[in-house]
């Protein structure tokens, strides 16, 4: 099968992707190693660093968020496979004499066991690190046990407001009780339209008939729980999703929210500001207050046509933190 | 014949080669659950195997680089369960020739090992489904006859983990990205299942010579 992507060859994809990366960026970003991204100017060893690992073939994610306010390091692994132990590890070596180590980790089987065997191998020199797991999707239900839980865009938020927290000076414990916080009232239902080719084997990740949508499947194809449906309107889909996620979240009426909608790659912002609009007068109608508003591409997968929306319950700490300077490529804050 | 370093390092160049010649196969069956790259992470692993097997060490020391070579090459869940074996089965002995009892323990405190980092099961669909059964078949294999060869216990281990994975086709996936498929990965053969049965069998075969 021919691919229409343009590529040089697929074992270097990783590698030469972040080097146009942090070229291009080379304010905000660069590489401490072949695929460990940092800031252009490291923070102040003072304060508390935020890491996060995960594949790529995500972009922006993850290392789009990297600087001032946000990561201090994203440790990346192959396209959409999580970092082998032995990266981590020296991704977490790196800021050793910081005040503390938080890695955001997203729920996949790859990425926790890595972050697990990476963190193991930091403790043993004495390196102690904290985590938070990501488990926003609700695809398998509002009230699913975390295993059936997948991380998907809510990590990026969540870094917005630990990274703000953590350039305040707050100590690790102070930075864990406010993402944990925020973790547990967030929630993502993706869905899919199109789906992608996995841009080094050229296989198509999973297969959706031409007139079907998804709702629920993860940001690396895997399958809903509803299965294929008739394609619906961009009002129809935000009416079913948006209540379930409002379940998800218990979000009661005079509350304050945060409405993401993170698009995967084909979709257009068009189309997103279509899903945002229905979304957000559904979100009023029940009486919550949106106090922070985003359509972009924040977390992709290749040419997958769909998006993840995202709804969290902000109290004014997480409200205010959103609002806080950043200056990450793919999140500046003014 | 016993086990050293020599049958090590011919075993991983077998396993290799099979991989790579299973490459696009192995890719596919995991597109069909998974994200279609299952191939492409197992031959980086082998390729990390093979070269940090030719760096001369004690038996031990080589699983253990083995082990290390493999995490470094490679990432996903691949990275950390066949990095943890090899690494646990380093953890088993000091010696530089194992017998059928020797190579049998050594499989099991690499299963031990794996079991650290997932708590998947026989039957859950994953590669525990080839890995579980045959350390204990080479186990049985080494208990009930004292004088079973390393060829044997390797023979029997690899004949086990074939059954486990050609069985993952029935199941339902309960781990890893296929899991959300939920019924629907009934009839897909589970690709890290397949690929940890060509692995056992290439320890069968490099044994043997």
């Known amino acids: 099968m021919v691919m229409k992507k343009f590529l040089n060859k697929p074992e270097n994809l990783t590698k030469e992707l972040l080097e146009g990366y942090t070229e291009c960026y080379n304010r905000q970003v660069k590489l401490a190693t072949e695929k460990i991204v940092v800031r252009a100017e490291a923070k102040s060893k003072d304060k508390v660093a935020i890491l996060t690992l995960g594949g790529a073939g995500h972009e922006p994610a993850l290392s789009g968020f990297v600087g001032y306010g946000m990561l201090d390091a994203s440790i990346v692994g192959d396209i959409f496979a999580a970092p082998g132990g032995p990266v981590v590890y020296e991704g977490l070596k790196l800021f050793k004499d910081y005040a503390g180590i938080i890695l955001v980790v997203l729920n996949h089987a790859g990425d926790v066991m890595n972050a697990k065997m990476g963190c193991m191998m930091a403790q043993r020199d004495g390196i102690k690190v904290s985590q938070i797991l990501t488990s926003d999707d609700i695809a398998a239900g509002v009230d699913a046990p975390i295993e059936d839980r997948r991380g998907l865009g809510g990590c990026i938020p969540l870094i917005k407001i630990i990274g703000a927290a953590a350039e305040q000076g707050k100590s690790v414990d102070e930075i864990l009780a406010i993402g944990e916080k925020f973790n547990q009232r967030m929630a993502t239902l993706a869905v899919t339209m199109k789906t992608a080719t996995h841009p080094q084997s050229g296989q198509y990740i999973s297969t959706l008939p031409d007139d079907k949508m998804e709702i629920g499947m993860g940001q690396h194809g895997e399958g809903g729980e509803t299965g294929p449906v008739a394609i619906k309107t961009a009002d129809e889909t935000a009416e079913i999703m948006i209540p379930e996620l409002i379940a998800a979240v218990h979000a009661k009426a005079g509350e304050k929210v945060v409405l993401i909608v993170n698009g995967s790659g084909a979709t257009t912002l068009m189309e997103m500001f279509l899903i945002y609009r229905k979304s957000a007068e559904l979100l009023k109608k029940a009486g919550l207050e949106i106090v922070f508003g985003r359509c972009d591409e924040l977390l992709t997968v290749q040419e997958s046509g769909g998006f993840q929306l995202f709804l969290a319950v902000a109290d004014d700490e997480a409200a205010k933190l959103l609002a806080e300077p950043s200056d990450a490529p793919y999140w500046v804050t003014k | ?209």
Do not use: C
């Not at chain 2, 279609?36 to 197992?42: E, M, N, P, R």
């Not at chain 2, 405190?109 to 489904?129: C, I, N, Y």
């Open chain 2, 1 to 209: 014949m016993p086990f050293t370093k020599e049958t090590l390092r011919k075993i991983l160049a077998e396993a290799k080669e099979v991989i790579e010649s299973k490459f696009d196969y192995l890719n596919e069956l995991d597109s069909a659950t998974g994200d279609g790259d299952h191939g492409t992470a197992i031959l980086s692993a082998m390729k990390g195997a093979v070269e940090a097997a030719r760096q001369d060490a004690p038996l031990a020391q080589m699983f253990q680089n083995i082990g290390w070579g493999i995490m470094n090459a490679t990432g996903g869940s691949t990275s950390s369960l066949l990095g943890s074996f090899f690494l646990g089965m380093g953890d088993a002995f000091d010696k530089e020739e194992l017998n059928g009892l020797g190579i049998s323990k050594a499989l099991d405190s690499g299963l031990k090992q794996v079991q650290m980092m997932t708590t998947a099961k026989v039957g859950d669909k994953t590669l525990m489904d080839a890995m579980i059964p045959a350390v204990e078949a080479a186990r049985l294999t080494a208990e009930k006859d004292p004088e079973a060869t390393t060829a044997d216990v390797l023979a029997a281990a690899a004949a086990a983990a074939a059954g486990g994975a050609s069985s993952t086709d029935q199941l339902v996936a309960r781990f890893g990205r296929a899991k959300n498929l939920g019924e629907r990965s009934v009839g897909h053969r589970d690709a890290g299942a397949v690929s940890m049965s060509y692995i056992f069998q290439a320890f069968a075969d490099g044994s043997r010579q």
